[in-house]
Structures are given as C-alpha cells and as structure tokens.
C-alpha cells in the first residue's frame, strides 16, 4: 500500500475513532487547545506504538515464533513508552506529563500497534500508519472539541447532557466520514 | 443532614459507576454488532477483570507503589492473551470476528480503574466480588447495546446455535424494515448515546441518580 492510500485510508475511510472506536475517552480534552495537544501526543504515540510492533515482530516475535505473545510484549514496550517521552512531554506542557501514562493506555495506541503487527507492515508502512491512525485520531478529537464548546452555550434536555450528546455528536460524525469511502479512494489514487 | 448527604454520595457513586461502564463499552462495542458477540466479549471482560484485580489484590504490599500501574498492565495483557486462546479454541470463527478487540481488553478503562481504584487497596475477596459484579454489569450492558444493534440494524437476534436450532431469531417487522445504521460503527455511538440518556432518564425519574 502507497504511503497516500495508507494516509487517507486511516485519517478518513478506516479512521481509528469513528470506525475502529478506537481511543475514546481521552482524559482532558473538552477544549480545543487541549484536544489538539491530546490529539499530537497520542498521534506521537500511535507512530511509536507503530513501530515498536515492527521492530517486536521482525527482531523478537517472528525469529522465535513468538507470533502469539504479540499483546503482552508490545503492551510491555509501550508501557514503557511515558519513561522515555518525559522529557519531551515537559518542553511540550505540564498536563501532558500527568496524562502521558493515562494516554499510554489509550486504546488507540495498543490498537495501532497491533493493527500494524497483523497487517505485516513494512517499517516505512508501520511509520505512515502510525501517523495516519493518529493523525486521523487528532482530527475526530479537534472537531468533536469544537462541537463541544458550541453545545456548551446551547439548550440540551438533561438525560442527554455530557456524555450522550457527545456519543450522539461522534455518531453523526462517523455517518458524515461514511462520505469517504473506499470507491472515493480508489477514483481518486487509481 | 448527614443522611441527606450520603443518600447525594451514593446517587452520585452510582453515576459515576454508570459512567465507567459506558466508557468501558468502548472499544469492544465496535464489533458487537450481535447479541451472541456481545455475550461473548462480556464475558471475555468479566474474565480479565477477575483475574487482573485478583492479582492486584494479592500483589499489594509485595510491588511498590510505582510498579503497580506497569505490573497491572502486564497482567491485564496476559489475561487478554489467555482469554483470546481459550476463545480460539472453544470457537475459532468468533474469534476471528471479534478481530483485535479481544486483545484490546487489556487496556479497557473498567479493567483498568478497578484494579488501580479498588482492588490494590483491599483483600482479594473483597477484589474479586467487585470484579465479578462489575464484569456482570458490563456483560448486561454490552448485551443490551449488541440486543438493540441487532435489533434495529438486521431485524435479527442471535443467540449461540444449540443442537440442530442455528440459534438465530427473526424479528417480524424489523427484518423486512431494518435501520441500517444502527449495525455500523456509527450506530454503536447512537445506540450507546440513547440508551444511556434512556437510562439517565429512568434513574432520575426514580430519585436513583443526580439529575
């Protein structure tokens, strides 16, 4: 698969949150600003996640035949991910560090990995994948953010309030992503 | 006063217990689009949060505080595995359906909040009855989404085949009027969003929840 088809497969037609629902709840992501900064990290971390299952399937798992222990070893290195992405968490802002481990089990991030481990991607592949499942991931959490902030000055009947409104939101969202389809995909890169 | 206010406390313990299961459902609901899958992964989930706040319980005291959270995924991803085996060998073709998310349970936020919340902080019999009465709460939740999905998306029921009966129940009307969407990835969102607004509805109707 191209690194084009990869990109807008899993940002728009095989999008990790809205048909994989993958990653839901994030932890602090109600305002724009901080979906965006919740959305960079997690997209930093589904490449890694990404990547780490390469490395774990082509130098560990499959020398060994080791295929079938592919959850527990790639849950171990990316558990292990917040230990070596402190640092640039810090530069990036405080809450992020506080969040960074919560992110880690994110199911976006497991559920990139292992995506990547069984699809067999190459490294370049697992590394566009993991941009594209996290980038399509940034996207959903920016525009859910956005409606969020708009339905906060408006009237919504009790029972609905908070977290069905925004299950509700994500659901219309996805019937509008069903737009992009793999026809559209395929008229468009040949 | 004071009952007025730990009568407020438990309403609201039972919002926020609500609340976890839903976040649980996600995101195992993306393919429990039948009531038998909806089953299977609830009880799949029953299962992982047994054995992970078990093993939560027992290890107090001997992991230090902050390899707990790193000891609990560990053991939350081998109960994953193990489930996803047995799953395997019992029946190979739901496996299949039920793909990675099986897998996944390792880092479902219910799993993982009862063992960190609870379970690391008491005895291993007070830890596993609170696993199994939230891995029934999540098996009744999950198979009322999957119940209404089914439903409303094929106009069908599916409940496991016994003897020579395939164990699939046709729903007059629904079957011939189907609403689509409610068996795809957008449908899961709607039918979680409406029946938990349902339940909210009910709750407070009945003084059970915050309004």
Same mark, same amino acid.
């Given at each position: ?74 849950? =171990? ?12 968490? /810090? ?9 960074? /481990? ?35 991931? =940034?996207?959903? !959490?920016? =525009? ?15 029972? !609905? ?30 | ?54 093993? &939560? ?35 190979? &073709? ?118």
């Amino acid at each position: 698969m191209s690194a084009l088809n990869l990109l807008i497969t899993f940002i728009f037609v095989d999008n990790i949150a809205l048909v994989l629902l993958l990653g839901w709840w994030p932890p602090r992501a109600r305002k724009v600003s901080s979906a965006v900064a919740v959305g960079a990290a997690t997209t930093v971390l589904t490449t890694l996640s990404a990547v780490v299952a390469w490395v774990a399937r082509v130098y560990v798992l499959a020398p060994l035949h080791l295929e079938f222990l592919q959850t527990v070893v790639i849950l =171990l290195i990316v558990a292990a991910l917040p230990f070596a992405a402190h640092p640039l968490a /810090r530069r990036l802002g405080g809450p992020l560090v506080r969040d960074l /481990r919560a992110l880690v089990t994110n199911s976006a991030v497991l559920g990139a990995a292992l995506i990547a481990f069984r699809a067999s991607y190459s490294l370049a592949e697992s590394l566009v994948f993991g941009l594209s499942a996290g980038g399509g991931f =940034l996207l959903v !959490l920016f =525009l859910l953010s956005a409606v969020r902030e708009r339905l906060e000055s408006e009237w919504i009947p009790r029972p !609905l309030r908070g977290v069905p409104i925004a299950l509700i939101s994500l659901g219309l969202m996805a019937l509008a992503f069903m737009a992009f389809d793999r026809e559209l995909l395929k008229n468009l890169l040949g | 006063m004071s009952e007025r206010q730990s009568d407020g406390q438990r309403r609201a313990a039972r919002s926020r217990v609500s609340l976890l299961v839903a976040v649980g459902l996600f995101p195992s609901i993306a393919v429990a689009t039948t009531l038998a899958k909806g089953i299977l992964l609830g009880l799949s989930v029953l299962v992982v949060l047994a054995v992970v706040g078990l093993i &939560a319980s027992l290890l107090r005291g001997v992991v230090e505080e902050r390899g707990q959270s790193y000891v609990q995924i560990l053991v939350a991803g081998l109960a994953a595995t193990g489930v996803a085996f047995a799953l395997q060998a019992i029946d190979p &073709a739901a496996s299949r359906s039920l793909g990675v998310y099986v897998s996944l349970i390792a880092v479902n936020a219910l799993v993982l909040d009862r063992a960190a919340s609870y379970a690391r902080s008491t005895t291993p019999g007070r830890a596993l009855l609170d696993a199994l009465l939230f891995g029934v709460g999540f098996l009744v939740c999950i198979s009322v989404v999957a119940l209404a999905r089914e439903a409303l998306g094929a106009g069908s029921v599916t409940f496991f085949p016994v003897a020579g009966w395939k164990g699939v129940v046709i729903l007059p009307w629904l079957s011939k009027n189907p609403i689509r969407v409610a068996a795809l990835p957008a449908g899961a969102f709607l039918v979680t969003g409406y029946l938990l607004a349902l339940y909210r509805r009910i709750a407070v109707t009945n003084g059970e929840a915050p309004e």
